[in-house]
Protein backbone atom coordinates (compact mmCIF):
# COMPACT_ATOMS: atom_id res chain seq x y z
CA UNK A 1 0.00 0.00 0.00
CA UNK A 2 2.84 2.09 1.09
CA UNK A 3 4.41 1.37 -2.16
CA UNK A 4 1.10 2.05 -4.17
CA UNK A 5 1.29 6.05 -2.41
CA UNK A 6 5.17 6.36 -3.03
CA UNK A 7 4.51 5.63 -6.62
CA UNK A 8 1.48 8.12 -6.88
CA UNK A 9 3.10 11.20 -5.11
CA UNK A 10 5.87 10.70 -7.25
CA UNK A 11 3.97 10.49 -10.20
CA UNK A 12 1.98 13.91 -9.24
CA UNK A 13 5.60 15.48 -8.65
CA UNK A 14 6.76 14.72 -12.03
CA UNK A 15 3.40 15.96 -13.58
CA UNK A 16 3.86 19.36 -11.60
CA UNK A 17 7.20 19.51 -12.31
CA UNK A 18 6.99 18.74 -16.60
CA UNK A 19 4.58 21.53 -16.24
CA UNK A 20 6.19 24.09 -14.73
CA UNK A 21 7.41 27.16 -16.82
CA UNK A 22 5.69 25.91 -19.62
CA UNK A 23 2.78 28.47 -21.34
CA UNK A 24 -0.95 27.53 -20.58
CA UNK A 25 -1.95 29.59 -23.59
CA UNK A 26 0.22 27.85 -25.37
CA UNK A 27 -0.78 24.36 -23.67
CA UNK A 28 -4.44 24.95 -24.47
CA UNK A 29 -3.67 26.71 -27.93
CA UNK A 30 -2.21 22.56 -28.66
CA UNK A 31 -5.47 21.16 -27.71
CA UNK A 32 -7.40 22.84 -29.59
CA UNK A 33 -5.05 22.11 -32.90
CA UNK A 34 -4.15 18.25 -32.09
CA UNK A 35 -3.03 18.06 -35.92
CA UNK A 36 -0.81 20.75 -36.13
CA UNK A 37 1.47 20.26 -33.16
CA UNK A 38 4.78 19.29 -33.38
CA UNK A 39 7.30 18.70 -30.42
CA UNK A 40 11.32 18.56 -30.54
CA UNK A 41 12.73 17.63 -27.17
CA UNK A 42 16.51 18.11 -26.43
CA UNK A 43 17.44 14.38 -28.09
CA UNK A 44 15.58 14.91 -30.96
CA UNK A 45 17.31 18.34 -31.89
CA UNK A 46 20.51 16.76 -31.23
CA UNK A 47 20.04 14.27 -34.08
CA UNK A 48 20.07 17.67 -36.32
CA UNK A 49 23.80 18.17 -35.95
CA UNK A 50 24.78 17.48 -39.26
CA UNK A 51 28.57 17.50 -38.39
CA UNK A 52 28.44 15.83 -35.01
CA UNK A 53 30.06 18.92 -33.69
CA UNK A 54 30.14 18.53 -29.99
CA UNK A 55 29.72 22.40 -29.60
CA UNK A 56 26.62 21.90 -31.00
CA UNK A 57 25.79 19.53 -28.42
CA UNK A 58 26.91 22.48 -25.62
CA UNK A 59 24.61 24.59 -27.53
CA UNK A 60 21.34 23.06 -26.97
CA UNK A 61 22.40 21.33 -23.61
CA UNK A 62 20.29 23.70 -21.66
CA UNK A 63 17.51 23.21 -23.89
CA UNK A 64 14.15 21.07 -22.90
CA UNK A 65 12.34 21.15 -25.87
CA UNK A 66 11.05 23.22 -28.91
CA UNK A 67 7.17 23.30 -29.33
CA UNK A 68 5.33 24.35 -32.58
CA UNK A 69 1.77 25.00 -32.93
CA UNK A 70 -0.40 26.37 -35.79
CA UNK A 71 -3.70 27.15 -37.04
CA UNK A 72 -6.13 25.66 -39.73
CA UNK A 73 -7.77 28.42 -40.62
CA UNK A 74 -6.54 31.05 -42.39
CA UNK A 75 -7.15 35.41 -42.60
CA UNK A 76 -9.22 37.04 -40.13
CA UNK A 77 -9.75 34.12 -37.92
CA UNK A 78 -6.21 33.29 -37.65
CA UNK A 79 -5.96 36.66 -36.70
CA UNK A 80 -8.06 37.10 -33.93
CA UNK A 81 -6.47 33.15 -33.09
CA UNK A 82 -2.78 35.74 -33.01
CA UNK A 83 -4.26 38.54 -30.78
CA UNK A 84 -5.90 35.76 -28.63
CA UNK A 85 -2.34 34.15 -28.35
CA UNK A 86 -0.59 37.62 -27.32
CA UNK A 87 -3.03 37.98 -24.88
CA UNK A 88 -2.86 34.50 -23.23
CA UNK A 89 0.84 34.89 -23.22
CA UNK A 90 0.76 38.40 -21.47
CA UNK A 91 -1.89 37.73 -19.09
CA UNK A 92 0.78 34.71 -17.74
CA UNK A 93 3.24 37.36 -17.14
CA UNK A 94 5.92 36.78 -20.29
CA UNK A 95 7.80 39.89 -20.86
CA UNK A 96 7.80 40.59 -24.18
CA UNK A 97 11.46 41.48 -25.25
CA UNK A 98 10.71 41.90 -29.31
CA UNK A 99 8.15 42.40 -31.79
CA UNK A 100 7.70 42.90 -35.35
CA UNK A 101 4.37 44.07 -36.82
CA UNK A 102 3.53 44.81 -40.12
CA UNK A 103 0.30 44.91 -42.43
CA UNK A 104 1.12 40.94 -43.54
CA UNK A 105 3.17 39.76 -40.91
CA UNK A 106 3.52 39.71 -36.87
CA UNK A 107 6.28 38.47 -34.54
CA UNK A 108 6.11 38.78 -30.86
CA UNK A 109 8.54 37.56 -28.88
CA UNK A 110 8.19 36.93 -25.09
CA UNK A 111 9.83 35.75 -21.77
CA UNK A 112 8.90 33.96 -18.85
CA UNK A 113 12.14 34.17 -16.80
CA UNK A 114 11.57 31.87 -13.99
CA UNK A 115 14.56 30.65 -11.78
CA UNK A 116 17.93 31.35 -13.74
CA UNK A 117 18.50 28.70 -16.22
CA UNK A 118 14.60 27.48 -16.44
CA UNK A 119 13.05 30.31 -19.02
CA UNK A 120 10.77 29.65 -21.33
CA UNK A 121 10.34 31.80 -24.47
CA UNK A 122 7.35 32.08 -26.64
CA UNK A 123 7.03 33.43 -29.87
CA UNK A 124 3.34 34.29 -31.34
CA UNK A 125 3.19 34.64 -35.30
CA UNK A 126 1.12 35.36 -38.27
CA UNK A 127 2.52 34.68 -41.47
CA UNK A 128 0.81 34.01 -44.62
CA UNK A 129 -2.54 34.25 -43.06
CA UNK A 130 -1.84 31.79 -40.35
CA UNK A 131 -1.20 32.19 -36.74
CA UNK A 132 0.86 30.36 -34.77
CA UNK A 133 3.24 29.86 -31.38
CA UNK A 134 6.63 28.09 -31.01
CA UNK A 135 7.30 27.88 -27.52
CA UNK A 136 11.29 26.92 -26.11
CA UNK A 137 11.48 25.74 -22.57
CA UNK A 138 15.29 26.43 -20.96
CA UNK A 139 17.88 28.48 -23.12
CA UNK A 140 20.82 28.43 -25.59
CA UNK A 141 24.24 28.71 -24.42
CA UNK A 142 25.03 31.43 -26.33
CA UNK A 143 28.72 30.75 -25.77
CA UNK A 144 28.34 28.40 -28.64
CA UNK A 145 26.37 30.25 -31.01
CA UNK A 146 28.56 29.39 -33.44
CA UNK A 147 27.72 26.20 -33.25
CA UNK A 148 24.27 26.95 -34.87
CA UNK A 149 26.12 26.45 -38.45
CA UNK A 150 25.56 22.79 -37.80
CA UNK A 151 22.00 22.86 -37.67
CA UNK A 152 20.15 20.99 -40.29
CA UNK A 153 18.18 23.11 -40.84
CA UNK A 154 16.11 21.71 -44.21
CA UNK A 155 15.42 18.94 -41.37
CA UNK A 156 14.18 21.05 -38.98
CA UNK A 157 11.72 22.56 -41.09
CA UNK A 158 10.14 19.41 -42.05
CA UNK A 159 10.28 18.36 -38.51
CA UNK A 160 8.35 21.48 -37.86
CA UNK A 161 6.19 21.33 -40.59
CA UNK A 162 6.99 24.74 -41.62
CA UNK A 163 6.20 24.05 -45.32
CA UNK A 164 2.63 23.96 -44.34
CA UNK A 165 2.89 27.43 -42.09
CA UNK A 166 4.09 28.65 -45.84
CA UNK B 1 -4.26 74.43 4.99
CA UNK B 2 -0.07 73.45 4.41
CA UNK B 3 -1.44 69.89 4.53
CA UNK B 4 -3.81 70.53 0.91
CA UNK B 5 -1.13 72.59 -0.70
CA UNK B 6 1.96 70.18 0.44
CA UNK B 7 -1.21 67.25 -1.14
CA UNK B 8 -1.42 69.12 -3.77
CA UNK B 9 2.38 69.75 -4.64
CA UNK B 10 2.72 65.86 -4.26
CA UNK B 11 0.27 64.87 -6.51
CA UNK B 12 1.01 67.37 -8.86
CA UNK B 13 5.16 65.86 -9.04
CA UNK B 14 3.50 62.34 -9.21
CA UNK B 15 2.08 63.50 -12.38
CA UNK B 16 4.83 65.17 -13.75
CA UNK B 17 7.02 62.04 -13.09
CA UNK B 18 4.27 59.42 -15.03
CA UNK B 19 4.36 61.91 -17.72
CA UNK B 20 7.69 61.73 -17.91
CA UNK B 21 8.41 58.29 -17.76
CA UNK B 22 5.56 57.27 -20.08
CA UNK B 23 7.72 59.00 -22.90
CA UNK B 24 10.79 57.50 -23.08
CA UNK B 25 12.14 58.00 -26.48
CA UNK B 26 11.70 60.67 -29.36
CA UNK B 27 9.30 58.45 -31.15
CA UNK B 28 7.03 56.90 -27.94
CA UNK B 29 4.25 59.04 -28.94
CA UNK B 30 4.07 58.14 -32.86
CA UNK B 31 4.87 54.22 -32.15
CA UNK B 32 2.16 54.79 -29.59
CA UNK B 33 -0.43 57.04 -31.90
CA UNK B 34 0.33 54.84 -35.20
CA UNK B 35 -0.20 51.01 -33.36
CA UNK B 36 -3.11 50.13 -34.97
CA UNK B 37 -2.23 51.75 -38.40
CA UNK B 38 -1.55 48.74 -41.29
CA UNK B 39 0.01 51.14 -43.06
CA UNK B 40 3.08 51.12 -40.49
CA UNK B 41 5.42 48.36 -39.70
CA UNK B 42 7.08 48.49 -35.80
CA UNK B 43 9.96 46.83 -35.16
CA UNK B 44 10.80 46.76 -30.95
CA UNK B 45 13.44 45.14 -29.04
CA UNK B 46 13.99 45.73 -25.55
CA UNK B 47 17.11 46.02 -23.23
CA UNK B 48 17.19 42.00 -22.47
CA UNK B 49 17.04 40.92 -26.00
CA UNK B 50 20.08 43.22 -26.32
CA UNK B 51 21.46 42.05 -23.12
CA UNK B 52 21.39 38.67 -24.66
CA UNK B 53 24.56 39.58 -26.85
CA UNK B 54 26.92 40.01 -23.67
CA UNK B 55 27.06 36.50 -23.64
CA UNK B 56 28.24 35.92 -27.32
CA UNK B 57 31.50 34.73 -27.83
CA UNK B 58 33.95 36.05 -30.25
CA UNK B 59 37.52 35.63 -31.49
CA UNK B 60 37.73 38.87 -33.72
CA UNK B 61 38.47 42.00 -31.61
CA UNK B 62 36.36 43.93 -33.71
CA UNK B 63 33.54 41.44 -33.34
CA UNK B 64 34.00 41.61 -29.72
CA UNK B 65 33.82 45.26 -29.76
CA UNK B 66 31.01 45.33 -30.93
CA UNK B 67 29.03 42.89 -29.26
CA UNK B 68 30.15 44.71 -25.93
CA UNK B 69 28.60 47.83 -27.88
CA UNK B 70 25.30 45.99 -28.36
CA UNK B 71 24.85 44.56 -25.22
CA UNK B 72 24.95 48.18 -23.54
CA UNK B 73 22.19 49.01 -25.39
CA UNK B 74 18.76 49.51 -23.48
CA UNK B 75 16.50 49.65 -26.57
CA UNK B 76 15.25 49.85 -29.95
CA UNK B 77 12.04 51.25 -31.35
CA UNK B 78 11.53 51.59 -35.07
CA UNK B 79 8.33 52.87 -36.93
CA UNK B 80 8.65 52.63 -40.91
CA UNK B 81 5.38 54.14 -42.84
CA UNK B 82 5.05 53.70 -46.47
CA UNK B 83 2.49 54.79 -48.95
CA UNK B 84 1.64 57.23 -46.58
CA UNK B 85 0.68 60.75 -48.12
CA UNK B 86 1.47 62.84 -45.26
CA UNK B 87 4.73 61.54 -44.76
CA UNK B 88 5.99 65.33 -44.82
CA UNK B 89 3.74 66.70 -41.77
CA UNK B 90 4.26 63.30 -39.84
CA UNK B 91 7.95 64.25 -40.47
CA UNK B 92 7.76 67.97 -39.18
CA UNK B 93 5.30 66.61 -36.63
CA UNK B 94 8.33 64.27 -35.53
CA UNK B 95 10.86 66.54 -35.09
CA UNK B 96 9.70 69.05 -32.93
CA UNK B 97 10.05 67.54 -29.47
CA UNK B 98 13.84 66.36 -30.62
CA UNK B 99 14.71 69.77 -32.01
CA UNK B 100 13.43 71.27 -28.86
CA UNK B 101 15.18 68.89 -26.52
CA UNK B 102 18.12 66.93 -28.12
CA UNK B 103 20.74 67.85 -29.98
CA UNK B 104 20.63 67.61 -33.90
CA UNK B 105 23.53 65.46 -35.26
CA UNK B 106 23.05 65.82 -39.12
CA UNK B 107 20.49 67.21 -41.60
CA UNK B 108 20.61 65.65 -44.87
CA UNK B 109 18.40 67.45 -47.44
CA UNK B 110 16.93 67.72 -50.91
CA UNK B 111 14.35 68.06 -52.23
CA UNK B 112 11.71 65.52 -51.81
CA UNK B 113 13.70 63.91 -48.96
CA UNK B 114 15.30 64.98 -45.64
CA UNK B 115 16.61 62.88 -42.77
CA UNK B 116 17.75 64.01 -39.72
CA UNK B 117 19.99 62.67 -36.46
CA UNK B 118 19.65 63.76 -33.26
CA UNK B 119 21.25 62.79 -30.01
CA UNK B 120 20.60 63.10 -25.92
CA UNK B 121 24.77 63.84 -24.14
CA UNK B 122 25.16 63.76 -21.02
CA UNK B 123 28.89 64.67 -19.44
CA UNK B 124 30.26 63.17 -23.02
CA UNK B 125 27.86 59.59 -22.70
CA UNK B 126 25.21 59.25 -25.41
CA UNK B 127 21.96 57.77 -24.15
CA UNK B 128 19.37 58.20 -27.23
CA UNK B 129 19.92 58.29 -30.96
CA UNK B 130 17.45 59.33 -32.77
CA UNK B 131 16.51 59.10 -36.74
CA UNK B 132 13.78 61.22 -38.52
CA UNK B 133 13.43 60.76 -41.92
CA UNK B 134 10.72 61.26 -45.34
CA UNK B 135 10.52 60.59 -48.43
CA UNK B 136 7.92 61.20 -50.85
CA UNK B 137 5.31 59.06 -49.50
CA UNK B 138 7.21 56.99 -46.68
CA UNK B 139 8.82 58.17 -43.31
CA UNK B 140 10.84 56.39 -40.56
CA UNK B 141 11.73 57.11 -37.57
CA UNK B 142 14.15 54.91 -35.31
CA UNK B 143 14.94 55.79 -31.84
CA UNK B 144 17.89 53.72 -30.13
CA UNK B 145 18.72 54.00 -26.32
CA UNK B 146 21.46 53.09 -23.70
CA UNK B 147 24.76 53.91 -23.58
CA UNK B 148 26.03 54.85 -27.29
CA UNK B 149 29.34 54.29 -28.85
CA UNK B 150 28.40 56.48 -32.06
CA UNK B 151 32.03 55.10 -33.40
CA UNK B 152 30.58 51.11 -33.26
CA UNK B 153 27.18 52.28 -34.16
CA UNK B 154 28.51 53.52 -37.07
CA UNK B 155 30.45 50.74 -37.80
CA UNK B 156 27.21 48.33 -36.83
CA UNK B 157 25.50 50.97 -39.55
CA UNK B 158 27.42 49.39 -42.08
CA UNK B 159 25.68 46.01 -41.32
CA UNK B 160 22.21 47.43 -40.82
CA UNK B 161 20.55 47.44 -43.66
CA UNK B 162 18.59 50.51 -42.00
CA UNK B 163 17.75 53.12 -44.85
CA UNK B 164 19.41 56.20 -44.15
CA UNK B 165 22.02 55.18 -41.73
CA UNK B 166 24.36 54.92 -44.42
CA UNK B 167 24.73 58.36 -43.42
CA UNK B 168 26.18 57.67 -39.64
CA UNK B 169 29.24 55.86 -41.40
CA UNK B 170 30.30 59.44 -41.70
CA UNK B 171 29.89 60.22 -38.17
CA UNK B 172 32.55 57.69 -37.02
CA UNK B 173 35.62 59.29 -39.24
Given at each position: ?????????????????????????????????????????????????????????????????????????????????????????????????????????????????????????????????????????????????????????????????????? | ???IIRSIAIIAL???????????????????????????????????????????????????????????????????????????????????????????????????????????ESAGVISELL???????????????????????????????????????????
Amino acid sequence: MKKKWTLIILFCTFIVQASLGQSKTVEAFSKTTPHNNVYLYQSMIRMLNKDKNPDFNMLIRKLDHLKFVYTDSSGTIAMSVFQGLDKGVQSEGFEEIASFDSKDSKCHLYELDTDGDEGTWVVTMFYGGRAGVLEMKGYLDMKYLNALGSLNIDKMANLLNVEDFR
Amino acid sequence: MNKIIRSIAIIALLFMVTGMSAQTNGIDKFYEKYQQDDRFTKISISSKMFGLFANFEMDDANEKEMVKTISKLKGLKMLVGESIPEAKSIFTQAIKRPAAEMEELMVVQDKSQELRFYITESAGVISELLMVSYSENSVVMMSLVGDIDLKQISKLSKKMDIEGFEHLENVGK
